[in-house]
Nanobody, 124 residues
Framework: QVQLVESGGGLVQAGGSLSLSCAAS????????MGWFRQAPGKEREFVAA????????YYVDSVEDRFTISRDNTKNTVYLQMNSLKPEDTAVYYC?????????????????WGQGTQVTVSS
């Protein structure tokens, strides 16, 4: 079972940037797609971004398109989420997750392993 550990969350003013990282332990990291999800208080966990096994295909929720960038380094077993032009509505706990397949997916049930989450707070 892979273990995922997120880092890089924090408090930032609106318009600022944060970079999240997710380090994976275990084997076969490069075989599987990865994703970022977020959950705000009182809301369901929602998809944010995903990347395929090789890093050549990505997908974003409309609300973060052109502001967030997902990437991965398979030599370091790490996936990243660069977040720019942050808005107060981006405030949430951010989770990385490993998919059960190599191609991009946005469906929560397609992800089998989850990190513990990292808090991102954007002040207005």
């Amino acid at each position: 079972q892979v273990q995922l550990v997120e880092s890089g969350g924090g408090l930032v003013q609106a318009g600022g940037s944060l970079s999240l990282s997710c380090a994976a332990s275990g084997r076969d990291f490069s075989k599987y797609a990865m994703g970022w999800f977020r959950q705000a208080p009182g809301k369901e966990r929602e998809f944010v971004a995903a990347i395929n096994w090789s890093g050549t295909s990505t997908y974003y929720v409309d609300s973060v398109e052109d502001r967030f960038t997902i990437s991965r380094d398979n030599t370091k077993n790490t996936v990243y989420l660069q977040m720019n032009s942050l808005k107060p509505e981006d405030t949430a706990v951010y989770y990385c997750a490993q998919a059960k397949r190599g191609t991009v997916t946005i469906q929560l049930p397609d992800f089998g392993s989850w990190g513990q989450g990292t808090q991102v707070t954007v002040s207005s």
